[in-house]
Nanobody, 115 residues
């Protein structure tokens, strides 16, 4: 059984930084795409960063230059978030995807940017 667990969310002031971590277990994730999504209040879930084997990372325009996705090993990914803004407030989700129903999500971690 596959488990995906995020950690590292919390409350931070505007301009601050946070690092989110995500680890998966229960399968071989070597060929998986790893991604971070977020869902703000009243908004749809959106992909903000994605890393695939052999490809350059993708970033949404809203986070480009501020966030960095890193593949820590074959079953772990992190998201370094700098220069945080109030509009970054959201629940952040980690996703491991390969093909079809090989699509696994974490439970989400809350990030709140507020003074």
């Amino acid at each position: 059984q596959v488990h995906v667990v995020e950690s590292g969310g919390g409350l931070v002031q505007p301009g601050g930084s946070l690092r989110l971590s995500c680890a998966a277990s229960g399968s071989d994730f070597t060929s998986y795409t790893m991604a971070w999504y977020r869902q703000g209040p009243g908004k749809q879930r959106e992909c903000i960063a994605r890393i695939s084997p052999g490809s350059r990372p993708y970033y949404a325009d809203s986070v480009k230059g501020r966030f960095t996705i890193s593949k820590d090993n074959t079953n772990a990914v992190s998201l370094q978030m700098n220069s945080l803004k109030p509009e970054d407030t959201a629940v952040y989700y980690c996703n491991f995807f390969y093909i079809g129903n090989l699509d696994f999500w974490g439970q989400g971690t809350q990030v709140t940017v507020s003074s």
